[in-house]
C-alpha cells in the first residue's frame, strides 16, 4: 500500500533538537500541503506543522518558534526539525497530507527525557 514513511526520531534530553524525515513509498506522490501529525500515548492524533494549499507554514500553538516544517521536492522529502524539545513533545510523528489523507504509515517514535 502507497504511504509516507517517516524516520528520524530517537530519545533526546530534553531541550535537545531531532531532524524528522518522511518520504513517499510506492506511487504516493507529494503534495504542497504536507503535514506533520503527532499521537502522545493515549491521545488522539494532533496536526503539529503544515504546509497550506497556498505554501505558507502553519503550527501548532505548542511547537511554534521551536519546530520548523521544510520540503525538497526534488528529493520527494518532507522535514521536521525540532529544536528545544520537552517531555510533552514525547509521541509517534506522522507525516500525511492535510488535507485529505492517504493511508497512515507507522510513525516514528520520539521520546523526550526530562
Known amino acids: 500500500q502507497a504511504q509516507y514513511v517517516e524516520f528520524g526520531g530517537g530519545v533526546v534530553q530534553s531541550g535537545g533538537s531531532l531532524r524528522l524525515s518522511c518520504a513517499s513509498s510506492?506511487?504516493?506522490?507529494?503534495?504542497?500541503?504536507m503535514a506533520w501529525y503527532r499521537q502522545a500515548p493515549g491521545k488522539q492524533r494532533d496536526l503539529v506543522a503544515s504546509f497550506t494549499i497556498s505554501g505558507t507554514t502553519d503550527y501548532a500553538d505548542s511547537v511554534k518558534g521551536r519546530f520548523t516544517i521544510s520540503m525538497d521536492t526534488s528529493k520527494r522529502m518532507v522535514y521536521l526539525q525540532m529544536d528545544s524539545l520537552r517531555p510533552e513533545d514525547t509521541a509517534v510523528y506522522y507525516c500525511n497530507r492535510r488535507y485529505q489523507n492517504v493511508a497512515w504509515g507507522q510513525g516514528t517514535r520520539v521520546t523526550v527525557a526530562s
Open positions: 510506492g506511487s504516493i506522490g507529494m503534495v504542497t500541503h
